[in-house]
C-alpha cells in the first residue's frame, strides 16, 4: 500500500525549546496554529480547535506521544463530518544551539474521503505548506532575542 502521508520539513536557525514551546504552550498556539481548547500536554488528553478562516469544522484530536522538545503526535479528526482518523506528528532535532529541524507527517488523511471535498488531500498539503513554509517560520522570527 502506498504511503499517501503528507511530509513538510523546515530548518530554523532558533533554539529547540522555542520552537517547542510554539508547539506545546496553548497561548503560543493560539498566535501562529490554532486556538486550542483543553489542550495539556500529557498522554492522552483530549483537545479541539475550529479554524480561524470561518469554517465550522472542529478538529477533536487526542495526544498519542510526547517526547519533549523530540516529538508530540496526536489524532486529528472531524468526528461531526467524518468517521476518519488521521495522525499528526511534529519531530525536533536540534543540530546547532540555535538551530532547530522540524518534521510533520500527517497520515491518514484518506481517511476522511467520506466528507467530501472540504477534508482533500490537496487542501491538507496546501494548509501544511502555509503553516510550516510561512506561518510557523513568521512566528518564531518574534521570538529571536538579538
Known amino acids: 500500500m502506498e504511503d499517501r502521508s503528507i511530509r513538510k520539513e523546515i530548518t530554523l536557525n532558533i533554539g529547540i525549546d522555542k520552537v517547542w514551546s510554539a508547539l506545546t504552550i496553548p497561548n503560543e ?4 496554529y490554532f486556538d486550542v481548547k483543553g489542550f495539556k500536554l500529557k498522554p492522552f488528553n483530549k483537545f479541539y480547535f475550529y479554524e480561524p478562516n470561518g469554517t465550522n469544522f472542529k478538529h477533536v484530536c487526542r495526544i498519542l506521544e510526547i517526547m519533549p522538545q523530540q ?8 468526528p461531526e463530518y467524518s468517521k476518519g482518523v488521521s495522525i499528526v506528528s511534529w519531530r525536533l532535532t536540534s543540530l546547532k544551539k540555535n538551530q532547530t529541524h522540524v518534521a510533520l507527517i500527517h497520515s491518514g488523511i484518506e481517511n476522511f ?3 467530501g471535498s472540504d477534508l482533500s488531500r490537496a487542501n491538507f498539503v496546501a ?12 512566528h518564531l522570527k518574534k521570538q529571536m532575542v538579538f
Do not use: F, H, Q, V
Not at 516529538?71 to 479528526?77: A, L
Not at 501544511?128 to 513568521?138: D, G, S, V
Open 127 to 138: 494548509g501544511w505548506k502555509e503553516i510550516i513554509e510561512t506561518i510557523l517560520p513568521n
Open 29 to 32: 498556539m493560539k498566535e501562529w
Open 113 to 115: 474521503e467520506d466528507a
Open 71 to 78: 516529538r508530540i503526535r496526536y489524532t486529528w479528526s472531524y
